[in-house]
């Protein structure tokens, strides 16, 4: 129905959580997959084999997106092994919540280097390529918090919101070679990264204030994803989809 069967699409940080949903939707509706991954090669190496069966290529790649060489390889890469890059999916991200008077340096470095530079480094590499394929679907994920802000969240939601910035920018420098650029916006949702608050009083309260009284599942972001890189967006760009329930 989405009308992907045949397209490539890279994803960072496709080993977990949002980009593993990611893969797996996109595998399913018939793409070719590559995709990255850092500390997790065991879940990466998993993923890869569970997919095995759907009759489609599924590559995963160590590479950190926050290093700007190692992009520019990985992107030349999977052109090599591929022959082209339809969908990006600039996923990877972190959190290292402090409040700024507790904040480190380095912890505001790493978060705009994973959550910010990465977004900058790969959409660099596939600008060319798409450029010259005279189309292209580009999807950066944002989060409801770099609209909103956040208490503890400081440098995520700078982060958040610089890819946003970032977004909006891209579409309208690239639009005109028929290439889209969007960002998803996700609320709360139930991956790695928010273990530690799933469950508890707070949790419970936070979910309270959510219209559909739940957190959202990593499928939930990736059928927004699908739909984005799919032709079912085909007259979308520049635009946050915010799935926040
Ligand atoms: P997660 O479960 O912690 O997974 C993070 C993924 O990013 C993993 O695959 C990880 O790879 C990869 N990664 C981390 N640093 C990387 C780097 N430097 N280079 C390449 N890959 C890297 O996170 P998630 O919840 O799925 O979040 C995915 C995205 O959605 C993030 O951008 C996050 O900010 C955003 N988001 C999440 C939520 C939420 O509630 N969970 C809400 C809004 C937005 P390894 O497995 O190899 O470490």
Not at 1 to 26: D, F, Y
Not at 143 to 172: H, L, R
Not at 185 to 192: I, K, M, S, Y
Request: hydrophobic fraction near 40%; proline fraction near 2%.
């Amino acid at each position: 129905m989405s009308n992907i069967s045949g397209k490539i699409a890279l994803v960072t940080g496709g080993s977990r959580g949002i980009g593993a949903s990611i893969v797996e939707h996109l595998v399913k509706e018939g793409a070719d997959v590559a995709f990255t991954y850092l500390s997790s090669p065991d879940r990466a190496t998993a993923l890869v084999d569970q997919l095995q069966s759907h009759g489609v290529r599924v590559k995963a790649y160590q590479s950190n997106a926050s290093d700007h060489t190692q992009c520019k390889d990985l992107i030349a890469q999977v052109i090599q092994d591929f022959g082209k890059i339809d969908i990006l999916v600039n996923n990877a991200g972190i959190t290292r919540d402090n409040l700024l008077v507790r904040m480190t340096e380095e912890q505001w470095d790493d978060v705009m280097a994973i959550n910010l530079k990465s977004v900058f480094n790969m959409t660099k590499q596939v600008m060319r390529p798409m450029m010259k394929a005279k189309s292209g679907s580009i999807i950066n994920m944002s989060s409801v918090i770099g609209e909103m802000g956040n208490a503890g969240q400081s440098s995520y939601a700078a982060s958040k919101a610089g890819v946003i910035g970032f977004t909006k920018s891209i579409a309208k420098e690239i639009g005109s070679r028929n290439i889209r650029c969007n960002a998803i916006a996700p609320g709360f949702v139930e991956t790695d990264m928010t273990s530690y608050l799933q469950e508890g009083e707070g949790a419970e309260k936070y979910k309270a204030g959510i219209p559909l009284q739940r957190f959202a599942s990593a499928a939930d972001i990736a059928n927004t994803a699908l739909f984005l890189a799919s032709e079912m967006g085909n007259y979308i760009t520049g635009q946050v989809i915010s799935v926040c329930g």
